[in-house]
């Protein structure tokens, strides 16, 4: 068994923090402000690699904190360079996934990179539909582990590029690990840092209504994205297991109070699952829900996975969907996959290094889904218990 590095991880340390060590090693503040920028904006792999720090204290320093808290092990690239995902080995041996999404300049619009990034290792809502919720939790991310995706991926860009937008749409549910988020994405915004503004950050929740409402007494800190999938609460049950804990109104009710008091858009994401969520009765069920508030609905073609019978909403299923969203007057925008062939819906690089699960495995698993949608198409309540681990 390796030991498992106890040191803190460099970029989860607070500027308070960092200039309050310098100060009590006998350095001078502006020290701290070095040592952020390097880690922001260099190459360097270790304190050593700095030359503006004298070599005892950069000594001293790589003793007290990690410099990065993610391993890259594998990175992957797909649409011709355009996407990149990576998986990253932490201290313990767990692995997360990030992606990068490079879409070029357009007339009026510069350059963008995009960047998906984790929250937690697994997670414990368990929708059926997604690699990371067939793998279950493991545990949250240190903030560190959080901000360090983005370090890798700002790493990996050409001389003069920067991540210009953070997604959290990677594994986990980041309103059951709100804490380390809100500290992430402080440190994402400080200009000393990535210096990456509010409406530049989403977080994306299945609907965990308690970590909604405290965002909204916060204020805006960034768009806030709602996994809602189906409006319809037996549907949801199956789609969104945390929905036996908060009924989609519940969830929506929260949002709608939180575009309210910030004046903020609430973007809602559905992955359309052919023959699943995909009908025009569905349709119908969320434009009712969703007419009148500051909303605007995303509708993802589902990307494949192994356990599951199911596959992406035919195009122009997806798109009779939409239409009937905007005639509601719903914004809608149909996003197109981005790298499907190296499996990029988060979860699934993991989910294939955990190993396939056997045929029988995913037969037993096919049927359970099966006939829980079913009963759901019928309007059936699931009657499953609400996932363990999921309270806010
Ligand atoms: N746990 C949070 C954030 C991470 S999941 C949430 O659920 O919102 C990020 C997004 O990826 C969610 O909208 C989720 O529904 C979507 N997703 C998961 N598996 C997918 C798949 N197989 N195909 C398409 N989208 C998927
Ligand atoms: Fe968790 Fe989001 Fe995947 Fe659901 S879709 S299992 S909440 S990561």
Sequence with gaps: MPTVDARLGLSGVSSDDLAAWFEAHGEPAYRARQVLTALWASQASSPGDLTTLPRGLAAELDDAFRWSTVADETIVASDGGQTEKALHRLADGATIESVLMHYPATAGRRARHTLCISSQ????????????????????????????????????????????????????????????????VASLNDP??????????????????????????????????ISIHAAR?????????????????????????????????VSYEVTMIGG??????????????????????????????AHTPWRASPMPVIERFAGRIKAAGIPVTIRRNRGVEIGAACGQLAAERAGAPTEPAVARRRERLEAASARALRGQRSEEPIPAGVDA
């Excluded at 290792?121 to 368990?126: E, F, L, P, Q, S």
């Excluded at 582990?145 to 997604?167: K, M, W, Y």
């Excluded at 950050?201 to 965002?215: D, F, N």
Aim: charge should be neutral; charged fraction near 25%; glycine fraction near 8%.
């Design 121 to 184: 290792a697994g997670c414990a809502v368990g929708c059926p539909f997604c690699a990371t919720g067939e793998l279950g939790f493991t545990r949250d991310l240190e903030t560190a582990e959080i901000l360090d995706q983005v370090r890798s991926a700002n790493r990996r860009l050409r001389t003069g590029e920067r991540i210009t937008n953070v997604v959290f749409m990677g594994m986990g549910e980041p309103l059951l690990n709100l804490d380390r988020v809100l500290e992430a």
């Design 192 to 225: 000393a840092r990535l210096g990456l503004g509010a409406r530049h950050i989403t977080v994306s929740t299945s609907g965990v209504v308690p970590g909604i409402r405290r965002l909204t007494a916060l204020g805006p800190q960034f768009t806030l994205a």
């Design 233 to 265: 609460d037996a549907l949801r049950d199956v789609l969104v297991p945390l929905n036996r804990r908060w009924p989609v109104a519940e969830v929506v009710a929260a949002a709608r109070d939180h575009a309210r008091a910030t004046g903020r858009r």
């Design 276 to 305: 699943v969520n995909d009908t025009e009765a569905d349709a119908d069920a969320l434009a009712n829900l969703l007419r009148g508030d500051l909303a605007h609905v995303n509708l993802i073609p589902m990307n494949p996975v």
